[in-house]
């Protein structure tokens, strides 16, 4: 068909499936496995359909305003959009525009390759040193900007401020995304550094730490203008892009400081037995500092090991992706899911090691 020439193609990114069933144990999309804030319960329960009939404030200042006050920056330094990918995508259109390549690392969250095909902007890729970690000497040639997650996806492993403070001081004539989706999970936030550079825009999500994927969260924080041409951008497609439940819940998220240090504690907790009792099995993964754990297994593929956990429902995540092939993303869950999960790979790692 002719028509097809003028379509504007996109492979797009795929999540991590299969929808909620039974009694399967979800370990799959970094989800939080505690709800969120009981506030967020108690706000949803006096929430009325009438409240749904008008638009939300396009300026989203509920939440805008209570984030600015939560991290002690400018309400003009922050920016809200549905989740950080949408944030993220925004920022991509909007500050990633000239004709040289932006960098990011080949091991990566894979979104990021998505996003730069479908607004054709050119991107290089820049190698992890053997320990996974980010060589700043990378970042050091002409480029039209740089994103990385830190901790990065979906390695877990963590760069200090130092690093990333050398990635951002060398160039100064682009802007640098740092995308902190798991930064709650025992990282150091570059956010300070939003007020020495102005060419750093910080990316964070109520995703994960906040226990609110299901509600689509994500803000930026940055200097005043890099928020303002994000605003401009943000207006040029959609006015009305967080809804009114999200302003409100997301705010009532916010308030409790508490709950939210209760649960991200529990979890890194967690995840740190987790990672003693998954070396004791012979697997093996980088320091992870987010609320997932890249492990491989010294003598069973991952792919194997993937499949087994399926058939008894309980999901990881598997790449069949060169270099990332023989390793499972495992979701920090709570300690009784993590205990199903290593019993049940303590007993087939026995049963396959005959
Ligand atoms: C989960 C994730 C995001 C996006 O999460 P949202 O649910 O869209 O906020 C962004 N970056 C990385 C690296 C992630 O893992």
């Known amino acids: 068909m002719k028509w097809e020439e003028n379509v504007r193609k996109a492979v797009p990114y795929v999540p991590g499936v299969p929808p909620i069933h039974g009694n399967m144990i979800k370990l799959n999309t970094n ?5 969120p804030a009981p ?22 200042e509920v939440l805008v305003q209570g984030l600015a006050d939560y991290y002690g920056v400018k309400k003009e330094q922050v920016f809200v ?28 969250y894979s979104f990021y390759e998505v996003w730069a095909d479908l607004y054709r902007i050119p991107y290089e890729t820049c190698d992890l040193d053997g320990d996974l970690h980010i060589r700043p000497e990378d970042y050091k040639r002409l480029n039209g900007g740089v994103i990385f997650p ?6 877990g ?3 200090p401020l130092a690093l990333v403070e050398e990635i951002v001081g060398a160039n100064r004539d682009v802007v640098v995304i740092v995308d902190e989706a798991y930064i709650d999970f025992g990282g150091e936030s570059a956010l300070p550094l939003i007020q020495k550079y102005d060419n750093l ?15 689509r969260i994500g803000f930026a924080m940055g200097n005043e203008k890099l928020i303002r041409y994000l605003g401009d951008v943000k207006f040029s497609i959609n006015s009305y892009t967080m809804n009114r439940p999200a ?23 967690t995840r740190e037995r987790v990672k003693g009792e998954l070396r004791e099995l012979g697997f093996s993964f ?20 993937f499949q087994a956990l399926k058939e008894r429902d309980i999901y990881v995540r598997y790449w069949d992706k060169p270099r990332i092939n023989n390793s499972l993303r495992i979701t920090v869950g709570t300690d009784a899911e993590m205990d199903t999960l290593l019993a049940f790979l303590k007993e087939y790692i026995n049963r396959n090691s005959k």
């Open 31 to 35: 989800e939080c496995p505690y709800p």
């Open 39 to 60: 506030g967020v319960q108690a706000a949803l329960a006096a929430m009325q359909s009438e409240d749904m009939r008008l638009y939300p404030d396009p300026a989203s």
């Open 81 to 108: 959009g549905v989740g950080s990918d949408d944030v993220l995508s925004m920022a991509f259109l909007t500050f990633f525009n000239g004709d040289r390549p932006i960098l990011f690392p080949d091991t990566t």
């Open 150 to 155: 830190n901790p990065n996806a979906p390695t």
């Open 157 to 159: 492993v963590y760069e």
């Open 201 to 215: 825009l910080v990316v964070q999500t109520f995703s994960k730490s906040r226990a609110m994927a299901g509600l």
């Open 247 to 269: 302003l409100a819940l997301g705010m009532e998220a916010l308030r409790d400081k508490a709950y939210f240090e209760e649960i991200t504690g529990k979890i890194v907790n």
């Open 286 to 305: 980088p320091d992870s500092m987010a609320n997932f754990i890249f492990a491989s297994h010294k003598r069973i593929p991952a792919r194997q090991i």
